[in-house]
Every structure is written in structure tokens, then in C-alpha cells.
């Protein structure tokens, strides 16, 4: 779930901090070469047209527009996670790792 946090970033190291939910993330990387072939398993990992947020008691859809993402290889130096519920996920580390400088999106609130 998307939820608010203070997120800063220097150089290839990326912290995160969610005082409300006492969850933080500290990720330290080497960004490598531009991929110029994405698998269907990257473009799906990759690629999201729409984001959920939840307030209170209901959930937020919004739609999102935007060019595919460019991609780098990336390799992980550090990493320390507290997200207590998604621990499990995070025990052997990522198996998969990407880098993008980001796209501009079009980001609107569905009706629903």
C-alpha cells in the first residue's frame, strides 16, 4: 500500500522513514548498464497503470499514464528493511534488481 513517508536519496544511497508505522528502509546500490531487452516477467515488475490508497475506511484508485520505463541493472551493497509485516518477503533478498531515473506521469483519481 502506497502511505506516506520521508524519503531522501544521495548519490546511489536510498533511505526511507515512516514514523507513524515504525517502518524504514535503507537500500545502498551500484546502478549498471541501460537494458535494452525487458523480459515479459521485467515488464510486469516494472509496469504499473494504476495505484490503491487507503484512507480510513475506504480505498483510492488512481489511474496512471506514463512511457515505459527505462531500465538499468542494479546491484544491491546494503539493504535493511523493517516493514514487520512483509518480513518474510524480504529474507533472502531481492532476486531481481532495476534502476530507472523515473518518467513523467498522468496521474487521476478513478470515481469508483
Same mark, same amino acid.
Request: proline share 5%; aromatic share 16%; no cysteine.
Given at each position: 500500500?502506497?502511505?506516506? +513517508?520521508?524519503?531522501s536519496?544521495?548519490?546511489e544511497?536510498?533511505?526511507?522513514?515512516?514514523?507513524?508505522?515504525?517502518r524504514?528502509?535503507?537500500?545502498?546500490?551500484? %546502478? #549498471?548498464?541501460?537494458?535494452?531487452?525487458?523480459?515479459?516477467?521485467?515488464? =510486469?515488475?516494472?509496469?504499473?497503470? +494504476?495505484?490503491?490508497?487507503?484512507?480510513?475506511?475506504?480505498?483510492?484508485?488512481?489511474?496512471?499514464h506514463?512511457?515505459? =520505463?527505462?531500465l538499468?541493472? +542494479?546491484?544491491?551493497?546494503?539493504?535493511? %528493511?523493517?516493514?514487520?509485516?512483509?518480513?518474510?518477503?524480504?529474507?533472502? #533478498?531481492? %532476486?531481481?534488481?532495476?534502476?530507472?531515473? #523515473? $518518467?513523467?506521469?498522468? %496521474?487521476w483519481?478513478?470515481? $469508483?
Amino acid at each position: 500500500p502506497y502511505q506516506l +513517508a520521508n524519503i531522501s536519496r544521495e548519490n546511489e544511497d536510498f533511505y526511507l522513514t515512516n514514523k507513524t508505522k515504525n517502518r524504514n528502509l535503507i537500500l545502498k546500490y551500484k %546502478v #549498471g548498464n541501460q537494458m535494452h531487452f525487458k523480459s515479459p516477467l521485467d515488464n =510486469w515488475l516494472t509496469e504499473r497503470y +494504476a495505484l490503491f490508497y487507503d484512507v480510513d475506511t475506504q480505498i483510492n484508485l488512481y489511474e496512471i499514464h506514463h512511457l515505459p =520505463w527505462t531500465l538499468n541493472l +542494479a546491484s544491491i551493497k546494503f539493504l535493511e %528493511v523493517n516493514y514487520p509485516e512483509f518480513s518474510n518477503l524480504f529474507e533472502n #533478498g531481492p %532476486v531481481k534488481t532495476f534502476y530507472s531515473k #523515473g $518518467v513523467q506521469s498522468l %496521474v487521476w483519481k478513478n470515481p $469508483v
